[in-house]
């Protein structure tokens, strides 16, 4: 499950700003649904380790992000460690390329890895549908916010 936009801004200056888990919540869709959540982060922000741990209320849940690997101007991933409202865990990533006219394609996407009974349930839901939505909304959110 993906989605993708375009920036009008160079692909380093857009890397820069995803990078930092700290920077997330000015365009996390899931940030507004619970402006009142706890967080707290580990190691060094925009770098390799940082961990974003977030406990709120049911819409957001409690789990943590943490920065599994980072290609300089091009990608970042991140393994996400779902807590409640159940336990999971999944890859996302964001993949950054040049564009034919100078800006940034930028492609934020997941796959899950579930447990039982989880994985029972998500052959009937389609995680496209529960969550494209608010990729398209992050994503929006990134480029108004760095096109400003």
């Known amino acids: 499950m993906n989605r993708t936009i375009e920036i009008a801004k160079p692909r380093q200056e857009v890397f820069e700003y995803l990078k930092s888990l700290k920077k997330m919540d000015e365009w996390s869709p899931w940030a507004k649904k619970d402006p009142n959540m706890e967080k707290k982060f580990m190691g060094n922000d925009g770098e390799v380790g940082c961990t974003n741990y977030w406990k709120g209320n049911k819409e957001v849940g409690e789990g943590e992000q943490e920065v599994v690997r980072m290609v300089d101007g091009e990608r970042i991933e991140s393994e996400l460690r779902f807590l409640k409202p159940f336990k999971s865990t999944s890859d996302c990533y964001l993949q950054l390329d040049d564009t034919t006219d100078g800006n940034t394609s930028v492609t934020w996407g997941f796959s899950g890895n579930h447990k039982f009974p989880m994985n029972i349930m998500m052959i009937f839901m389609s995680m496209d549908k529960a969550v494209g939505k608010d990729f398209e ?12």
Do not use: V
């Open 137 to 148: 909304e992050g994503l929006q959110n990134i480029k108004t916010n760095l096109e400003a």
